[in-house]
């Protein structure tokens, strides 16, 4: 049996507004969609209703890829709060989370070589919160799973260029985590 090569993909798309962020996301779950891939979406709640509405928009049947497992919905609020202790995120926590959604999507996964697409915004939202030690350090363990996984990562970030140039050095930390840098 040969072994296929990991290669790393983890993709973070900076947003200059919502409905950016949603074209964006909901192209990125389409792709993955279509190629037989599970989707895990971890968004707040806002940005899961219109994606939700915008994928049903483009004829995706929502509550079949649900059944199927498929499409994963994970709340932002609710990850976070599984996963950080303090100010920081536990990485026992976030290995554990992040294995059972890794194994239950990858069985959901049609094709050969199961693989995964996974988009978020936790990371943007500890920044967003104050917490940018704590979103580099997100980045960083996604990273790690990242080389380590079939699966595709896309962060999104909704933020202006002023509010990217107001902390110059932590969206140079959180460039440096992904494989490719993209601005909308």
């Known amino acids: 049996m040969r072994k296929e090569k990991i290669t790393r993909k983890h993709e973070v798309q900076f947003y ?13 779950v389409e792709t993955a969609l279509g190629a037989g891939r599970t989707a ?9 209703k219109s ?4 994928l049903r ?12 497992g498929r499409l994963i919905v994970v709340d932002v609020a609710e990850m976070l709060a599984t996963i950080m202790v303090d100010d920081f995120v536990e990485p026992v926590r976030f290995s ?14 049609k094709g050969e070589h199961p693989a995964v697409a996974i988009c978020g915004e936790c ?6 919160q104050g917490r940018a030690d704590a979103a580099v350090q997100l980045e960083h363990l ?19 260029r002023p509010e990217l140039e107001a902390d ?15 601005h909308l």
């Open 16 to 28: 200059s507004d919502d409905a950016s962020f949603q074209v964006g996301f909901s192209r990125f």
């Open 51 to 54: 994606l939700i509405q915008r």
């Open 168 to 182: 110059i050095r932590i969206y140079e930390r959180i460039c440096a985590e992904h494989s490719a840098v993209c």
């Open 57 to 68: 928009e483009h004829g995706v049947d929502i509550g079949i890829i649900i059944e199927q």
């Open 40 to 48: 895990v979406v971890v968004v707040a709640e806002p940005h899961r």
């Open 96 to 109: 554990k989370v992040t294995s059972g959604l890794l194994a239950a999507s990858t069985k959901a996964s």
């Open 142 to 160: 996604w990273d790690q799973i990242a080389g380590t996984h079939s699966l595709d990562i896309l962060c999104g970030y909704v933020l202006t």
């Open 123 to 128: 990371a943007p939202t500890l920044w967003a």
